[in-house]
């Protein structure tokens, strides 16, 4: 069992910044790729960014292309998101999730998923 939890979140005036931890409980961390979606109130869940297992592949929206970064550090089972100039339309639960490939990830094919972050960015 893959245990996610994800930390970071909060309030924070629109074109501010923050970063989302994501800490994996698992071994085999870096076999896994790893991604961020997030759910605005009375949405579905989307797809916000998602790395590939090595790190060398990142995929972003095209709502948050520029302004947010996704990168993961295996030594220490743990994926990150750098959001900056934040806006507020990226306001909402942010969830990490982990899945075999980059591909499956996106369409979540048996996705390991974290418990949530609530993000509010105010104008």
């Known amino acids: 069992q893959v245990q996610l939890v994800e930390s970071g979140g909060g309030l924070v005036q629109a074109g501010g910044s923050l970063r989302l931890s994501c800490a994996v409980s698992r071994h085999a961390f870096s076999n896994y790729a790893m991604g961020w979606f997030r759910q605005a109130p009375g949405k579905e869940r989307e797809f916000v960014a998602v790395?590939?297992?090595?790190?060398?592949?990142?995929y972003y929206a095209d709502s948050v292309k520029g302004r947010f970064a996704i990168t993961r550090d295996n030594a220490k089972n743990t994926m990150y998101l750098q959001m900056n100039s934040l806006k507020p339309e990226d306001t909402g639960v942010y969830y990490c999730a982990a899945g075999a490939t980059v591909p499956d990830l996106i369409r979540n094919v048996n996705n390991y998923w974290g418990q949530g972050t609530q993000v509010t960015v105010s104008s």
């Open positions: 790395l590939s297992s090595s790190g060398a592949g990142t």
